[in-house]
């Protein structure tokens, strides 16, 4: 009975240790010649509104704050629903830039961070599922 009790106190506090340190989603893809970090601030994202955070560096790793940056994030057409658009202006503050995405349902999104800085406009695809 002891053994029982004293995995069980094991597997919780190790549920528990990995939930904690699960707070964020932190995805990375490159753009032409810059690299876009894209931070959530759910471990799963959720239906409603869903923080992001965004970091731009260039191609030496320095960030860039100068930029514009657009979130558009986009659900494909399902049989009997039509596509949904929309998207979000980026704010800078503190050296990222502060967008909030508010997934109308629960499936896959499409995410594409468009960064427009020196006349020149990239773009990172990202995908989530909203639960």
Known sequence: ????????????????TTAAYAKDIKLQKKAGDYTVQLKLDKA???VGD??????????AGKPVTDAKVKVDYSMPAMPGMPAMNYSADATQYGGVYNAVMNLSMAGSWNIDVKVTHNNKTVKAK??????
């Open 1 to 16: 009975m002891a053994k029982k009790v004293f995995v069980l106190l094991v597997v919780v506090v190790l549920l528990t």
């Open 44 to 46: 799963s994202p959720i």
């Open 50 to 59: 869903n923080a992001a955070t965004i970091e731009v560096a260039d191609s």
């Open 126 to 131: 990202f995908t989530i599922d909203a639960k």
